[in-house]
Structure formats: C-alpha cells, structure tokens
C-alpha cells in the first residue's frame, strides 16, 4: 500500500470515529444505552428470568399418586409450609440467621471501632489485612477445618479439658434445643461457624460507618458530662446502626440462605437450604422446593425495605 492510498484512508476513517464521537457527546443517552444493554438483558434473562421461573413452579403442585407435577395454578404448595415439619424449618432458620446477625454484631464493633478510632498508617493496613485474609481462602476448606477444630478429638475440645471446663462443654452439649454428642454436630458448633464465616461482612460496613463519625460529637459528649455508656447509647449506636444494619444485610441473608455449613457442621434438622436440596434432589418436589427458595427471598424483600429506610445503603 502506497503512501498516498493511506492518506486516503485515513481521513475517512478519523472522520467516522469523528462523527460517532460527535454523536455520542450529542447524545449521552444513547451511549448510556449501548452500554448497559448487553449485561441488562443478561441480568434480565439469567437472574430475573430464573427467579420468574422459580416463583412459577412454587404455584403449581406434585401429584401424589403419580408423583408428577401438576401444573395448574393453586395455593396448596404454600400451604404446606405451614405444616408443623416444614414450619419448623422456616423458623429454626430465622432463629438461627438472627442469632447469628446478632452475635455478629456484637463482636464485630468493638473491632471496628478500635479501627475506626485508633488504627493508624500500617496499623490500618493490618486490620484490612486481618479481616480480608479469611475471605481469600476457600469457603469448604474453612468449613472443614472447623469441622476437624470441633469435633470431639479436636483442639477445642483438648483447650476445654486444659483449662478444667470440660463439665461446661457437657452442660452446653446436654441442652436439648443446641446440644448433641460433639460441637462438630450441633446447633452451637453451627453457630460458631457461621459466625467466622460471616463476620468480615459486618465489621467492615460497621468500620465504615463509624469513620465517618465526626470524633469531635465523642469529645462534645464527655464535655457535657456524658460517661462512656451514654456516648455509645446516645451518640455512636445511632450513628453506627446504619453501617450494623448493612452488615446484617449479608449476615442474615447469608446465614438464612447457606446450605453447605449446615449439612457439614449440623445436625439431622433442616435448614431452609437443605430443605430445598431436599426437596427437588431425593423426594423430587420441585414446586415445594421453590416455595421454600421464595421464603428468604420475601423476607429479605421485606428486610431491604426496612434497611433502606434506615439509611443501610449509604453505609454500605
């Protein structure tokens, strides 16, 4: 191609990306548009699509002489969910997500705010780094290896019998509603490792939150007379609860959602996901099984709802 020829070419070729430029800049909707098509209608196909299909198998029904699904429209499928078995599923999980979200909670300020109010230059790069590690290795890895902490021949179990508190781990394993023959096989064990597992969720919303806490209201505070209790009644919790109610957005629905610790570190009751492994897997009842996928997702409708308008989504 000779030197001429390119210079014919190229004009024309600045001059289109010119005027698609120009076209853009005329009409920034239109770029918008162009951009954000593409993953939309992923978004719209995959996940919004799978959740329409979902929901419209839990309105239909599985016969129980042929064990097909009966695909006319009913509310009966719901109705089951309230019988004593599978009601006692939906609320062992509730229980168990608040309780975790609680704990959570708890655990997760006193670190945030030491982050928040005195971690400094490495130091602070030392608590990020602290918190993100246990996020960068595998989920089951960390389920297991709390497994093997928890079971009877474990290092929990050795620390308890070290420090004289073997008859406290009895008493614990002896309670009927949380107890059984190892940690590794309990509701509590469930607990804690759920826990673990999600607490990087709530310290950093709560650290987040708390960073913007100006430090001057903490010191107006103690000037006018406030000991430390009332600062955190009256000017920290308010100020954190959006950052704690973000968090809890991840550890509940999480918790309430998650079926691999349960099936590992549980015990023979349900959870709302094994309920639904159950479900569409061994008794093949898919349309049950959708109706328990659409308890969590009505309750976090509900529970976003009520995080918003705590300002959750700003701590985020």
């Given at each position: 191609?000779?030197?001429?020829?390119?210079?014919?070419?190229?004009?024309?070729?600045?001059?289109?990306?010119?005027?698609?430029?120009?076209?853009?800049?005329?009409?920034?909707?239109?770029?918008?548009f162009l951009m954000l098509t593409p993953p939309l209608l992923w978004l719209g196909i995959v996940y919004v699509g799978s959740l329409l299909a979902l929901l419209l198998?839990?309105?239909?029904?599985?016969?129980?002489?042929?064990?097909l699904i009966n695909y006319e429209f009913t509310l009966a499928t719901?109705?089951?969910?309230?019988?004593?078995?599978?009601?006692?599923?939906?609320?062992?999980?509730?229980?168990?997500?608040?309780?975790?979200?609680?704990?959570?909670a708890a655990i997760a300020f006193p670190i945030a705010y030491y982050?928040?109010?005195?971690?400094?230059?490495?130091?602070?790069a030392v608590f990020y780094l602290g918190i993100m590690l246990p996020l960068w290795s595998s989920y089951l890895v960390k389920v297991y290896a709390w497994k093997l902490i928890l079971a009877k021949e474990g290092i929990l179990t050795w620390l308890f019998a070290?420090?004289?508190?073997?008859?406290?781990?009895?008493?614990?394993?002896?309670?009927?509603?949380?107890?059984?023959?190892?940690?590794?096989?309990?509701?509590?064990?469930?607990?804690?490792?759920?826990?673990?597992?999600?607490?990087?969720?709530?310290?950093?919303p709560v650290q987040a939150a708390l960073e913007r806490v100006p430090a001057n209201l903490v010191e107006a505070s103690g000037d006018l007379g406030a000991d430390p209790r009332q600062t955190f009644r009256y000017v920290l919790f308010p100020l954190a609860l959006p950052g704690i109610v973000a968090g809890s957005i991840f550890t509940f629905s999480l918790t309430m959602g998650d079926y691999i610790i349960p099936q590992i570190i549980g015990t023979s009751r349900l959870f709302i996901g094994q309920a639904v492994y159950a479900q569409q897997g061994t008794t093949g009842n898919i349309p049950l099984?959708?109706?328990?996928?659409?308890v969590p997702i009505v309750i976090m409708g509900l529970y976003l709802a009520l995080a918003k308008r705590m300002g959750a989504f700003d701590a985020l």
């Open positions: 191609m000779t030197a001429s020829t390119q210079t014919a070419i190229l004009p024309g070729r600045q001059g289109a990306i010119g005027r698609l430029s120009d076209l853009f800049w005329r009409k920034p909707g239109l770029l918008l198998q839990s309105f239909f029904s599985i016969d129980e002489f042929s064990g719901y109705g089951q969910l309230l019988q004593p078995a599978n009601f006692d599923i939906i609320l062992r999980t509730l229980l168990m997500a608040a309780a975790v979200t609680l704990a959570s982050a928040a109010r005195y971690a400094r230059g490495k130091w602070k070290k420090l004289h508190l073997t008859w406290l781990l009895d008493d614990l394993l002896a309670i009927p509603v949380i107890g059984g023959n190892s940690l590794s096989i309990s509701y509590i064990g469930t607990f804690i490792v759920f826990v673990y597992v999600w607490l990087p969720f709530m310290i950093l099984a959708a109706a328990f996928s659409v």
